[in-house]
């Protein structure tokens, strides 16, 4: 057995720092599957100061890890930057230890599977509304996008419909996501390794990072904070809606009142409110975003999707969640989304919590395992052509979705005892988005008036969750019925 894992990262390795300086902060996820071929290896080891880290490159070392070995594996590092922006309220970030535990029991009592459905009427009304929106104006796409998944979850989750982005809850958490984005980049900065320089003051030179995080801090406090405590208040009043967090503030009320154990529960279900909208927000638009510019970009695989809307729905009436089970393409296009352009490409690290052996190699407790997961949705053994948008990879010779095609999903939304605890939630969000848009509009890039198209291409930046370079918006209408129908459904229900 290997007592130190071996890798030729290795050899650049530099003193004190190690690999620090070869860590990847733009587009890192081709970086890391450049080392993984470089190599001939699925795993590959980097030298960081106080912080052994493995890239994993393929979806058996993740599984293997992951989910097979999750009692050790289901750690997460600690991020200073983080920290300090008070981001690790948020379950994803959290040891694993009893305290994520009670977030995670609590998180999936309002998102399991079994549950979800209650959100569906919300997710449709808010898809449909989306549609009326796009007929108006077009070139707004980006923005209708962006609105849409942010009011369902702001619904669901506060009871309130925001009157805009520029709603102030709106555009707070925007600017805390943003730093989040910009801090969960492995390896950014050398607060991580060197815990101690926090404690330096700011105007320090070379802890810019520090100051980064001073900026975003008030923004992710206020996110966390501010809608739940009014939310509380309404309670107390007798106005507030009906919504996940009257409910679970209701329900903690019920049990805990009284008790040792209430401000805990308070604290957790402020967390839990939180990160509903924190984990699910960012995360939804992009997907959505991938799957207009996948349409837009391979026309041939809208074509087909809408081929099988107008048989199963037929032009008088918009799509239903009920439709969705008759519909394999539609959910092989809400599949091969996840797949083409996944939102969270390196998906979220995950810590061992004593010494393991894997392929005869020994890595010691404390490493971290950045799973590759555009990589691995981009290996062209278990999706051929990987850079095509290509829905029919996941249907077999009867026409339903063939089991023996990788499900994206199972690698998308992370592994094991960590595994997206929204993932039911956010799969429903968009599969009723897909199918509503593309019954009643054809997706195309926009021209203008000279003629030029508007400029199109697959590419992703971003940090932690993936930002969608091109949205297309020469969204039309396919047919006057297509546009009369969302009309209809426009003055029968008014939703900003
Ligand atoms: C396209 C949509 C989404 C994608 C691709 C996605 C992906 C992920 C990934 C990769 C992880 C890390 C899993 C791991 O550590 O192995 C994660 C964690 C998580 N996600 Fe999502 N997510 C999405 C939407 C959502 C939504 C809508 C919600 C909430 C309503 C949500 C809630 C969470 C939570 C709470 C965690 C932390 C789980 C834990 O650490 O125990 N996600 N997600």
């Not at 309220?89 to 979800?116: C, D, L, S, T």
């Not at 996948?294 to 107008?310: G, H, I, N, V, Y």
């Not at 960590?418 to 199918?435: D, E, M, W």
């Not at 019925?481 to 029968?492: C, D, H, M, N």
């Amino acid at each position: 057995m290997n007592e130190i894992l071996l890798c030729a990262l290795t050899a650049l390795s530099r003193p004190i720092v190690g690999n620090l300086l070869d860590m990847p902060t733009v587009r890192p996820w081709e970086k890391y599957r450049d080392w993984c071929q470089t190599y001939n290896s699925d795993i590959v080891y980097l030298d960081l100061p106080m912080q052994p880290t493995l890239v994993l490159g393929s979806a058996k070392a993740a599984i293997d890890l992951f989910d097979k070995r999750s009692n050790l594996w289901s750690d997460r590092t600690r991020s200073i930057i983080l920290e300090l922006m008070t981001w690790d309220f948020n379950i994803a970030f959290m040891p694993y230890n009893a305290k994520w535990r009670a977030h995670r029991r609590m998180f999936h009592q309002e998102f399991h599977q079994g549950v979800v459905n209650k959100y569906c009427p919300v997710q449709r009304d808010y898809a449909r509304t989306f549609l009326s929106w796009i007929l108006k104006s077009p070139a707004d796409t980006r923005k209708h996008v962006r609105q849409m998944v942010t009011a369902i979850i702001f619904y669901i989750t506060y009871g309130k419909r925001i009157t805009g982005m520029n709603d102030k809850a709106v555009a707070v958490a925007q600017i805390a996501f943003e730093g989040l984005s910009a801090g969960a980049i492995p390896g950014l900065s050398w607060l991580e390794y060197f815990p101690l320089a926090r404690h330096i003051p700011s105007w320090v030179p070379g802890t810019s990072s520090k100051k980064l995080a001073e900026h975003f801090l008030p923004y992710v406090v206020d996110m966390r904070d501010k809608p739940y405590e009014e939310t509380k208040e309404a309670l107390d009043k007798g106005t507030a809606p009906p919504s996940l967090t009257a409910s679970l503030i209701e329900r903690n009320r019920e049990k805990y009142d009284g008790t040792d154990e209430a401000e805990m529960y308070d604290g957790i279900a402020r967390n839990v409110a939180g990160i509903a909208y924190a984990a699910g927000a960012d995360t939804t638009t992009a997907s959505s975003e991938a799957f207009l510019l996948a349409m837009a970009m391979f026309p041939d695989a809208q074509k087909k999707a809408q081929a099988e809307l107008d048989r199963v729905v037929g032009p008088n009436r918009l799509p239903e969640f009920e439709d969705i089970e008759n519909m394999p393409y539609i959910r092989a296009t809400v599949m091969e989304t996840s797949r083409w352009l996944p939102v969270v490409p390196f998906g979220v690290p995950h810590a061992v919590i004593a010494d393991d052996v894997y392929n005869g190699y020994h890595i010691p407790k404390g490493t971290a395992a950045i799973p590759n997961v555009w990589g691995m949705l981009h290996d062209p053994e278990d999706y051929p052509d990987p850079e095509r948008f290509f829905p029919d990879r996941f249907i077999g010779e009867d026409g339903q979705i063939n089991p023996t095609v990788r499900d994206p999903s199972t690698i998308a939304f992370g592994f094991g005892r960590r595994l997206c605890l929204g993932k039911p939630f956010s799969n429903n969000t968009l599969s009723i988005f897909i199918a509503s848009v593309l019954h009643v509009f054809d997706i195309a890039a926009a021209v203008d008036a000279s003629g030029k198209s508007e400029e199109l291409s697959a590419e992703m930046s971003g940090g932690l969750i993936a930002q969608i370079r091109d949205v297309p918006t020469g969204l039309k209408p396919r047919s006057e019925t297509a546009a009369a129908l969302i009309a209809k459904f426009a003055t029968e229900i008014e939703m900003t």
